[in-house]
């Protein structure tokens, strides 16, 4: 127990403190997900990016949920719909974690990939979606 009564971290490999970001921050060196992770490296760094992008576009492409066929037992309709909201869950979270780093060139990436993601589900309802000229006319 520390002296003001909470208890005391343990000591790291290189008894070094790891100091955590608590406002926004622009830069390469940044922990995201994983500890050591870009570990320091722009290529890293740009690579973690397009792995948040991509969990991003991941969470919106699978919020609208798979279309099963008429038929379908019920059972294995509500766990597959069950499965891909768990995956879509566990990514969001994943998503939510690596802004938490605080890094702006994360939460920006964040933001394009919900946007893209997003993007891409409206594209493909409004392409699969009957024009209104080939409606019936209702007289």
């Known amino acids: 127990m ?3 009564g909470g208890m005391d971290m343990p000591p790291s490999d290189d008894n070094m403190m790891m100091m955590m970001q608590n406002s926004f921050y622009w830069s ?3 922990i995201i997900l994983f500890s050591g992770w870009p570990n320091h490296s722009p290529f890293m760094y740009i690579l973690a ?4 992008f991509l969990l991003a576009v991941a969470v919106e492409v699978l919020s609208i949920p798979p279309t099963l066929k008429q038929g379908t037992i019920p059972t294995v309709a509500a766990l597959t719909q069950t499965v891909v ?5 566990g990514l969001g979270y994943l998503v939510m974690l690596a802004v938490m780093s605080f890094n702006v060139g994360v ?6 990939g919900h946007a893209v993601g997003f993007f891409l589900n409206k594209y493909r309802a409004l392409s699969v979606a009957p ?6 006319l209702k007289v």
């Open 2 to 4: 520390s002296q003001h």
């Open 28 to 30: 390469k060196d940044a």
């Open 49 to 52: 990016l397009l792995f948040v």
């Open 85 to 89: 909201h768990a995956v879509r869950m």
């Open 107 to 112: 939460l920006l990436v964040a933001i394009a």
């Open 131 to 136: 024009s209104p000229e080939a409606l019936p």
